[in-house]
């Protein structure tokens, strides 16, 4: 069996004497690419969005106006194959072909340009450690795509349609973020180890906000398909976003919906947790679950009577592993 490329799975097993002269076992991991074999999954990102309009003097909610409520959901299905694989420790080219995308709103167009992602192909190039190291053609049908969310009104300016592009950016940028983002990888993590990361926040207007991610190996699992690590999450607010990671916009323009009127989003709170589950023997997450709930203040260009828009957004984060590879 040709192994793709080393990202986190294998297990050895390392003793380490620790003061009390206990043993630590420490695992390492391997994310296995077969030659010939695809792996498909299905992400869904989904939330809910309520919107309340509070007194800007005492910041207590007007009693007269009801939140507006609304949600919107994508569902993808993309497969993955790997076109080139290198020597352990080496890079690995895979292509990822979007096989379906579906949105679901409750209000709003049921149109959006994320749709044109579907039967969309794209490599990108991963070191051992799964770090995407050329994101290329990637970062390219990100633009590509986002120049449809927009379209030309009569007076010829630029007017962006709601989209989920960001949500598809959440999904592919940070495949194996989880243990990418392991700073000493030839260490090792034992259970109860803890790791720091950032992650993209996708919302449904225009922001470029991360969330910091803290991770930790809770526990092995036993399984009829193998000994499955499970590593839990939690989210806050970061404080910057990286400059690599892609921007789907460029230029100057209004946005339509409900959010085209809002401006100076400030995040408030954001919390949430999650969980991913890899299979350490057969080298590959099978799933992962990511939820949180965020608040924002927002202005508009004019007041309106002394009151303030307040958002929250309960988002949800899902991929699963597809079929029995």
Known sequence: ?????????????????????????????????????????????????????????????????KPDKFSESMEMVVAYTPIEIGPDG?????????????????KGPQKDAVKSFAGKSFTFTVDAAGRIEDSSQLDELIKEIGKKAFRTDRAKRRTKEPDMIADFICTQWFLWDSVSSIEKPK??????????????????????EARDVTYTLKEIRETEKGRVAVIRSTYSPAESVPASWPIPYV???QMKGKFGFFRG??????????????????????????????????????????????????QKLT??????P
């Open 265 to 314: 989003y400030k995040i408030l709170d954001l919390q949430g947790r999650g969980e991913e589950l890899f299979n350490i023997d057969a080298g590959r997450t099978e799933r992962y679950n990511q939820q949180y709930r965020m608040k924002l203040k927002a202005s508009l260009p004019m007041p309106l009577g002394g009151a303030t828009p307040q958002i929250t957004i309960k």
């Open 187 to 208: 260490e090792g993590i034992s259970v109860g180890q803890s790791w720091k990361s950032r992650l993209s926040l996708p919302t449904p207007m225009v922001m470029r």
């Open 1 to 65: 069996m040709k192994t793709a490329l080393t990202i986190f799975a294998v297990v050895v097993l390392s003793i380490v004497a620790g003061c009390n002269g206990a043993a630590t076992e420490k695992e390492w991991f391997v994310v296995n690419f077969q030659e010939g074999r695809t792996l498909q999954y299905k992400f869904v990102s989904s939330r809910d969005i309520e919107i309340n309009w509070v007194s800007v003097e005492s910041e207590s909610k007007r009693g007269k106006d």
């Open 251 to 253: 230029g100057s323009f």
């Open 90 to 106: 080496g890079f690995t080219t895979v292509k990822a072909t979007c096989k379906s995308v579906k949105i679901k709103r409750s």
């Open 319 to 324: 991929m699963q592993l597809l079929g029995n």
